[in-house]
């Protein structure tokens, strides 16, 4: 029996020492990766460029509810002399623009956690988590989301996938293991720029996925709710993600609110002039 324990031991300390050999790279091990992972990306993608075109086109089509209420104003009251500077407020610009780019940036960050991952880096992620073991290591996900990191890079893509380990996990729970649970089969993955929904109905991939979910749900039966906790997406359950939503939902309602303040003004003017017309000139509207 001595023996046998021995023999136990001296396998587990080989194990140990090749898990300690490789060496795992993530942006979360340093407050710089982290700003790397999120911030290289935006600026050397050129996002910020469009972010900000944008933000300025917003914020001058903003306007059009000043200018719609200027123009009620003194079709009504002529004594007031409307300035191109009332218009277009630096204020009311300012603010607007900050809002507007506020939330593309926001949603650029957003869009980043999702992850949008190639078809083949997709079938090594997959082979990953189908041959290591979830259960006997104890940074499985790490290493799982370093190996994926490096191979991405290797075919070309010049950003790190995953942030970290947990945001690895969570990617494989939301985009591989609810579609399959759900029987939607719905595994999105992309292939120069375009997005795919047939991953599962290529033979080989749909081996491979099984194979990758048989070793999951293997490791959920051996630790429980502690790996199940995945599916709550904790990725998207933090404080970022709270302030996002409530920032997007304020976002929605101020702009629906303008476009129906500009759509009544508008309205309201056309209709003011329609009546103008039609009681200061009765005659030349009859003899029409």
């Known amino acids: ?31 710089s990766g982290k700003l790397v992972y999120f911030l290289v990306p935006y600026f050397f993608e050129k996002t910020w460029i469009s972010d ?15 200018l719609a209420y200027f123009s009620l104003r003194d079709f009504y009251d002529v004594s007031f002399e409307t300035k191109l500077s009332d218009i ?15 939330f593309s940036f926001w949603n650029f960050i957003d869009n980043r956690k999702k992850v949008k991952i190639e078809t083949k880096v997709l079938q090594q992620l997959l082979k990953e988590v189908a041959e290591i ?3 006997g290591d104890p940074v499985a996900w790490q290493r799982i989301a370093s190996r994926v990191n490096h191979f991405s890079e290797e075919t070309g893509y010049r950003y790190s996938l995953f942030c970290s380990g947990e945001h690895c996990m969570h990617f494989f729970v939301r985009e ?8 939607t089969y719905d595994i999105q993955c992309y292939c120069e720029g375009e997005m795919y929904r047939n991953f599962w109905k290529n033979p080989p991939n749909k081996v491979l996925t099984e194979r990758a979910l048989a070793n999951y749900n293997k490791s959920v039966e051996n630790f429980g709710e502690l790996l199940h906790t995945a ?8 404080t970022f993600e709270k302030f996002h939503s409530i920032f997007n939902t304020s976002m929605f309602y101020l702009v629906i ?23 200061r000139y009765p005659s030349i509207v009859c003899l029409s």
């Open 176 to 183: 591989i293991v609810k579609p399959i649970e759900c029987q």
């Open 1 to 31: 029996m001595s023996v046998i324990s021995d023999e136990g031991e001296m396998d587990l300390e080989k194990c140990v020492e090749t898990y300690e050999e490789e060496e795992i790279e993530l942006p979360e091990d340093s407050t």
């Open 257 to 279: 609110i303008e476009l129906a303040l500009t759509v009544v003004m508008m309205l309201a003017f056309i209709i003011s002039m329609i009546s103008y017309a039609i009681f």
């Open 52 to 66: 900000i075109v944008a933000s300025l086109s917003a914020a001058y089509g903003a306007s059009l509810v000043r």
């Open 88 to 102: 277009f407020s630096p204020l009311w610009m300012i603010i607007h623009y900050f809002l507007c780019f506020t």
């Open 133 to 135: 073991d979830l259960t």
């Open 231 to 238: 599916e709550k997406d904790g990725c998207r359950d933090d």
